[in-house]
Every structure is written in C-alpha cells, then in structure tokens.
C-alpha cells in the first residue's frame, strides 16, 4: 500500500464541528425519565430534552416540541 510521505509521522486529530444549529431551539425541562409516568405524563420519550431524541418527539402528537 502506496501512502503519502507524512502519513508515518501524522498524529491523531480530532474536528468537532458544532454551531448553534446543533441544538434545537426549545426542549422541556429535563425530568428523569423514570419520572415522567408518575406526573401523569403519557408517552415518556415525547418529552426527552435530549437532541438526539428530538426529532423522535417530534411524531408524538401533543408532546411539547410537536
């Protein structure tokens, strides 16, 4: 395998690319999910502050981010 001249002494880089954009605009405060049935809320990943669960959220009619 054909490699170029730098390769051998490169060292490890890291890029994190994060903007604003990253992060959705308003999640409900965060209540442990173990929490949410016993305040009388219904489908407990509707409201999962998480951004990664945001869009999931999203599907549940009547969750705070829909």
Known sequence: ?????WWPRARLG?????????VPGWAPPYVPAA????AGRR???GWTSY???YENA?????SPVA
Do not use: K, N
């Not at 395998?1 to 001249?5: E, I, R």
């Not at 929490?35 to 016993?38: K, N, S």
């Not at 999203?58 to 009547?62: E, H, K, M, N, Q």
């Open 1 to 5: 395998m054909v490699v170029a001249s």
């Open 14 to 22: 890291i890029f994190v690319h994060w903007t604003p954009a990253s």
């Open 35 to 38: 929490e949410l049935p016993a």
């Open 43 to 45: 489908a407990p990943l």
């Open 51 to 53: 951004a990664e669960w």
């Open 58 to 62: 999203l599907r549940f009619p009547g």
